[in-house]
């Protein structure tokens, strides 16, 4: 009997491996330049630690977590809850006033799979704590739309205020006096929500309710004087640095910690997953899991999203794994004298390869193909008896001799490494 992986899982196959490698080193430049450090974390943790920040009544806790129910842990379905434990209990805040902290990893989520949706998926997530300014808000954004767009991708940016518990709860109310009237055309899911998480009405996929929620009262009208300017300034930050945004009055995220700004990165070419990052700030959470009064926000970008986005753009052809050199060694003799040249090529940081099976050198240059070799080095009886080997440049098929001894290799590891640098 064949085992196979879980339904929702996924295994990231070589090829494939590079492009995402590629996405993550992007990621970690950006964030370098932004000045956030790396921060890892377990994946098991407590479940009251989501079940207190995610919120009782979520989606997420309600029953898309996989929990050890005997031993009251779940495996992580987010990043910041975690963050902000470590955090914590690192009293981190001693030592910075304000903290940029990104992590990298796999989140778990027992949903329906569809394209663009696993189970085990994995998230780049950004988190500032210590600042309530309009500016980080505008600066996160900026940070996730450079990360975007230098991965080539075409995204567009919605952004919402929700308000703090000083306007909300009047907000909370115009929304259920509107829902009363119309309740009976809510769909189940929403009929519940109305009493347990009625803000997720508004961002409910059902047509129905989507119709029925386009005369609902707006969040934006109902800020206070401070979350009002907030958001005003969180705007003109973002003018100021040219990223552009559409104002989406219905975004309201799904975990009950976000207040103020909230934000997602949209496209409309993942079908109905249309969000490929969202985030916002959580001001009052770090206090609410017994840390410091402390505000914050972060956003987390989903990694399966964008690599399909840039399948789609790309292409397969071009995840096509390169190495340096390809030594083609035919015959007993010089294969054994290849062998020991690639180890000291390695050793001078060249990814060489060869074949350790004998084959001939039509087969011998297939493979070299097939793993993107830059260079082929030929080795017959002829070749060995002269002490130089026939190099061939595999783009430009020119060929020059390259001596077969320990200064050969030394000069050729150095001609790559200029190339590379
Ligand atoms: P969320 O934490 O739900 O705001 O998700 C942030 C991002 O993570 C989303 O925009 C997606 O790109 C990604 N994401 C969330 N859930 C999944 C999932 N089940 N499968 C794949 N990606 C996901």
């Not at 060249?350 to 240059?365: E, N, W, Y």
């Not at 193909?369 to 070749?383: C, F, H, N, S, T």
Request: with cysteine; aromatic share 6%.
């Amino acid at each position: 009997m064949k085992v196979k992986a879980l339904n929702g899982f996924k295994d990231i196959l070589p090829g494939e491996t590079d492009l995402w490698r590629k996405v993550e080193d992007l990621a970690r430049d950006i964030f370098a330049r932004f000045n956030f450090s790396e921060i890892r974390l377990p994946i098991l943790e407590k479940t009251e630690l989501f079940a207190r920040s995610i919120g009782e009544t979520t989606d997420i806790v309600e029953k898309e977590m996989y929990t050890f129910v005997d031993k009251k842990i779940t495996m992580r379905p987010e990043a910041t809850a975690s963050v902000i434990r470590a955090y914590i209990e690192h009293g981190l805040y001693v030592k910075k006033p304000v903290q940029r902290l990104f992590t990298i990893g796999p989140m778990f989520r027992h949903e329906r799979p569809q394209q663009g949706r696993t189970r085990q998926f994995h998230q780049m997530s950004v988190e500032v704590l210590g600042s309530d300014n309009a500016r980080v808000d505008a600066e996160l954004m900026a940070m996730g739309s450079m990360l975007l767009s230098e991965l080539g991708l075409d995204i567009s940016l919605e952004m919402n205020s929700l308000g703090c518990p000083e306007c909300r709860p009047g907000f909370r109310t115009n929304l259920l006096a509107f829902l009363e009237e119309r309740k009976e055309e809510l769909c189940d899911d929403c009929k519940r929500r109305r009493s347990t998480n009625p803000l997720r009405v508004l961002d409910c996929k059902n047509p129905s309710c989507r119709q029925i929620v386009q005369d609902a009262p707006s969040i934006q009208e109902h800020l206070c004087q401070e979350c009002t300017s907030h958001f005003k300034a969180v705007r003109e930050g973002l003018d100021q640095l040219g990223i552009g945004y559409s104002l989406n009055k219905f975004m309201v995220r799904g975990l009950d910690y976000y207040c103020r700004t909230t934000f997602e990165f949209v496209t409309t070419d993942l079908g109905s997953q249309s969000a490929v990052g969202g985030g916002g700030r959580y001001d009052g959470l770090v206090e609410e899991l017994g840390g410091p009064k402390v505000p914050g926000i972060g956003f987390a970008m989903g990694m399966e999203r964008l690599i399909l986005l840039m399948l789609q753009k790309e292409g397969k052809e071009d995840l096509h794994a390169e190495i340096d050199l390809f030594v083609a060694g035919l015959g007993d003799d010089a294969s054994r004298l290849a062998f020991s040249m690639i180890h000291t090529l390695r050793k001078q940081g060249v990814d060489a390869a060869m074949d350790l099976d004998g084959r001939g050198l039509k087969s011998q240059m297939k493979q070299a193909d097939k793993a993107g070799a830059r260079y082929v080095l030929i080795i017959g009886g002829d070749e060995l008896a002269k002490g130089f080997g026939v190099l061939r440049n595999m783009a430009t098929q020119e060929q020059r001799e390259l001596p077969l001894n320990d200064e050969g290799m030394r000069v050729f590891a150095e001609s790559i490494s200029t190339v590379v640098s």
